[in-house]
């Protein structure tokens, strides 16, 4: 097999990798990265809205969720103009992603490419897969028929869960009322500081003047953001990966003219698809440890771009994320880490699965069981949980109990079921 075909097929690392993890997690430990879809994520811009400039700069401080990995591409924003109907902004957000080839450079990112000489490589992909095997061991592995199933499989876990966020973040105005009420709210929040200090209500929404300062106390009455997320998943196919990496690809090795020509001519052949959209309004803002109106911004944003993941999540089955149980206790309780950030709640419930190879090497889930939160023991992982000093906010993980099923062990991964 030939370098460029060699590395064709040099996806299966991943495959490999996470048949070596899941054994390997047993015995030990857990890979707390693994399976992890890839996101970008950016936000629309109207400079003729409301605090448009306050929330975009905060926008750009809003840290990546964790659970993904950070697929950002530089075009962090798209400027509109006026007030477009809803199907006119899914339009512009659709020729903006076309007009600036995203798909493609989001598979330009996978592969490393050198802008200099167009060449790929994949250690990205290594890393994200955790692979380090050789190119000897790949090569034995792609002489078999399971050994391709498992790069079809792996090349589908990976590039093929690679999904786009378009953020449409609006200002809640709500100014008048707040600067009505700015004189009464002052004293209430005098009052319901030394209030909460004598019921030790860390929560309270209410927080003293001394602590927090006039500007903040009046926001949380008037800062209110509105925010629509669009969900778009990156199509990768055996179809679209043939093409690529028969037809495009190539490493510095073997620097190929007639191959980057290909390339920058088969923008169409990558693509995105809208998945759907989740929208909601954010809720109070705890003040607690919060200093300066750059601080509430960010904290009123963040969460509320989070909340809006979770219910993307639970709205679409292609989008759920899975996490491995990290620990299991003498007397079955099991440790994970997730929390209120991925809105985990005193009702939720989750299947437990194992992950094995069937006779092809195409990769399977088998459910072993149901769990659930065990109440007062989910972690509250929210953004600025700690410095507020919010209940289960220093736990570290959730403590889930058995439901269902049995034989649970490190490594075995959760999913949330509706």
Known sequence: MGGSGMKRYFLIAIALTI??????????????????????TFSIYNPGTAMASNIFSTLLKVQHPDRF?????SLRVLRTRGNPKPEELIDQIAAFLDRNKVAQRLVSKWFNRDRSDGSFDMELIKERGNYN???????????TVRGKAMLEDAGEQLI????VIVNEVSYVDKHARADG?????????????????????????IQSIGNTGETISKLV?????????????????????STFYS?????????????????????????????????????????????NNDEVFLKVLTRALDKNIVELRKKFEIFKITAPVFEITSDGMLHIHIGMKEGVEPTSKYEVLERSVDEEGHIIYHRKGTIRPVKDMIWDNRFMATEEQAEGADFGFTTFE?????????????????
């Open 221 to 241: 009455a008037g800062f209110t953001v509105h925010i629509k997320s669009h969900l778009f998943r990156l199509v990768w196919n055996d179809s679209i990966a």
């Open 19 to 40: 048949v070596v993890c899941a054994t390997a997690e047993k015995k030990d430990g857990v890979v707390e990265d693994y399976n992890r879809s890839s996101l970008y």
């Open 160 to 163: 093929g869960n690679t999904f």
């Open 69 to 73: 990995n950070d697929h950002n591409l």
């Open 181 to 205: 009420v700015g004189a009464v709210f002052e004293t209430l929040s005098i009052i319901g500081g030394a209030v909460a200090k004598a019921k030790g209500d860390k929560n309270n929404t």
């Open 133 to 143: 095997a050789t190119i000897e061991d790949l090569n034995m592995a792609m002489k």
């Open 402 to 418: 058995k439901v269902s099923g049995g034989d649970f062990y490190q490594g075995m991964l959760i999913r949330e079921l509706k």
């Open 247 to 291: 037809q495009c690809y190539y490493d510095k090795d073997h620097i190929d003219a007639a191959k980057r020509r290909a390339y920058a001519l088969k923008s169409k052949l990558f693509r995105l698809e809208y998945v759907g959209d989740y929208e909601a309004t954010s809720g109070k803002t705890v003040l607690r440890g919060l200093h």
